[in-house]
C-alpha cells in the first residue's frame, strides 16, 4: 500500500517559509534546500532494515546494528532536483547518484525527456528520486516509468512543496511508490505553478531567473 508522508517537523516548516520568500537570494535558497533535503532523508530512511553485527570497541566486544539490504541511489529529476542531492548525500554517503533529465513543455505541460544516465546496478539499489516541486506530476511520473523501464523495483520519491494534482497523478501512476512531501499546497495556477510555491525552483537555485 503506498505510504504519502506530509512532514511536520518545525524545522522543516520553518525552512520551507524560508524559501518560499521572494527576496531570499539563490546562495541562502541553495543551502536551505540542500538542509531541507537532509532532514526529509532521514524520514524517507526510517524502514531500511538493519542487521546485527559484532565489533569491538576500546573496551570490549559489542553487537551493534548497521543497514543493511538493498544499497542505495539517488535520482535527481534535472535540473532544480541537483539542489537536494548535497543533503541527501550527507545523510546517506554511501550512495550512487543517476540523473534524469526532462523539461516541461510550455504549451503541453507535458514531460520531454533529454537525459538519461543512472548507475549500472541501479535495479538491484532502493532509488530515492528528487525534485523540490510536485506540481502536474508529469515529470515524476515520466521519471518513475523510465526507472521502471530500466528494471528497477524499489523506488520512492522525494519532493519539498507539492500540488494536490501532482499527488493525484503520483497515486494513479504509481501506487506503488512512496511520496515523502516536506509541505501539501492549495493548487495549479494557470501556468501549471503550485500556489503559493516558490516560483521556479530551478532558476531559484541558480540564479537563472
Request: hydrophobic fraction near 40%; glycine fraction near 8%.
Amino acid at each position: 500500500m503506498q505510504k504519502i508522508l506530509i512532514m511536520d517537523h518545525p524545522v522543516v516548516q520553518h525552512k520551507i517559509g524560508l524559501i518560499r520568500r521572494k527576496e531570499t537570494g539563490s546562495r541562502d535558497f541553495r543551502s536551505l534546500i540542500s538542509e531541507i533535503a537532509m532532514y526529509m532523508c532521514y524520514e524517507a530512511t526510517r524502514d531500511l532494515q538493519l542487521s546485527e553485527v559484532e565489533i569491538e570497541t576500546p573496551i570490549a566486544k559489542t553487537t551493534v546494528m548497521e543497514l543493511s539490504g538493498k544499497k542505495l541511489a539517488v535520482v535527481p529529476i534535472l535540473r532544480a532536483g541537483l539542489g537536494m542531492v548535497d543533503g541527501m548525500l550527507a545523510m546517506i554517503p554511501a550512495a550512487k547518484v543517476g540523473h534524469i533529465g526532462l523539461y516541461r513543455d510550455p504549451e503541453t505541460l507535458k514531460p520531454v525527456e533529454y537525459y538519461c544516465k543512472l548507475p549500472a546496478d541501479c535495479d538491484e539499489r532502493e532509488v530515492f528520486v528528487v525534485d523540490p516541486m510536485l506540481a502536474t506530476g508529469g515529470s515524476a511520473v515520466a521519471a518513475i516509468q523510465m526507472l521502471k523501464d530500466k528494471g528497477c523495483k524499489s523506488i520512492r520519491f522525494m519532493c519539498i512543496i507539492a500540488a494536490p494534482e501532482g499527488i493525484e497523478a503520483m497515486k494513479r501512476n504509481h501506487p506503488d511508490v512512496d511520496l515523502y512531501v516536506g509541505t501539501l499546497d492549495s493548487h495549479l495556477n494557470e501556468h501549471g505553478y503550485i500556489v503559493p510555491g516558490l516560483g521556479d525552483a530551478g532558476d531559484r537555485i541558480f540564479g537563472t531567473k
